[in-house]
């Protein structure tokens, strides 16, 4: 046989994988189950942070300053990570447990991350008010201008108004009730056919706290048979948040 015949028949004889190529795969091989095992070892852990997304379970307080208003907020209550800092804000977005009115933590984070239970949040959103009438001071100039028909028995004491289509409301009602000694109450709600049967904030009421804050609340409608203590709740909550002078 020539050098032609045998040089063909060492390419052949010649391993597919060379001893420093298998020994690479044997190294990939060997980082994947090393990293499928710890993935597993870490899968509470993981599993937690991914269902946490933006929330946070620290009680650190941050000092913030919302126009002429200063306030004492834990982190765990603010919703988004860029608003978790100390200093002044334009804005502060908080979600906090109902009935227990406190932010996030790992024990309950079903209330935030799990769509059947999160009808159980309320969500106040902090500014400085840009308006002079809070939403129950809009009841007369400007909410009564828009009724469709006649107010009628609505659920929980409430009295019920339909707002005109196309009045920039489609599809809400405005329910107010008496409160003596104090202004009346307002908040505005979809209507049962037009809100998500999974809605978490389907009503939407508005008030003025300290020097110059607005405080707009948020909740699902399933909560409107408490709105007498949702109100309390919220004032309690932001009066404890507000620092005066003395504190």
Not at 23 to 37: E, G, K, P, R, T
Not at 63 to 70: E, K, S, W
Not at 194 to 216: F, M, N, P, T, Y
Request: hydrophobic content about 40%; overall charge neutral.
């Amino acid at each position: 046989m020539g050098h032609a015949g045998k040089d063909t028949l060492k390419e052949h004889e010649r391993p597919l994988l060379s001893k420093r190529t298998k020994l690479a795969i044997a190294a990939l091989v060997m980082c994947l189950v090393l990293l499928s095992l710890l993935l597993f070892l870490l899968r509470d852990t993981i599993g937690h942070t991914l269902m946490r997304g933006d929330s946070s379970e620290l009680e650190t307080p941050h000092h913030i300053t919302v126009g002429l208003d200063a306030l004492l907020i834990e982190e765990n209550a603010i919703r988004f990570d860029k608003q978790r800092h100390d200093g002044h804000a334009p804005r502060i977005d908080l979600a906090l447990m109902w009935p227990e009115m406190r932010g996030y933590s790992l024990n309950n984070r079903n209330r935030f991350d799990d769509p059947t239970q999160t009808h159980r949040l309320i969500f106040l959103q902090i500014t400085q008010s840009t308006m002079s009438l809070d939403m129950s001071g809009r009841i007369g100039p400007i909410y009564s201008q828009l009724f469709d028909g006649a107010p009628f028995a609505g659920p929980y004491g409430l009295t019920a108004h339909h707002l005109r289509p196309g009045s920039g409301y489609d599809g809400e009602t405005l329910f107010t009730a008496a409160r003596p000694g104090d202004t009346d109450y307002a908040i505005r709600c979809m209507n049962d056919a037009a809100s998500d049967a999974q809605a978490i904030d389907d009503c939407q009421r508005d008030i003025r706290i300290g020097k110059d804050l607005s405080v707009l609340y948020r909740f699902s409608r399933k909560n409107l048979m408490d709105w007498q203590k949702i109100e309390q709740a919220v004032v309690a909550y932001m009066n404890q948040r507000l620092l005066t002078a003395g504190n």
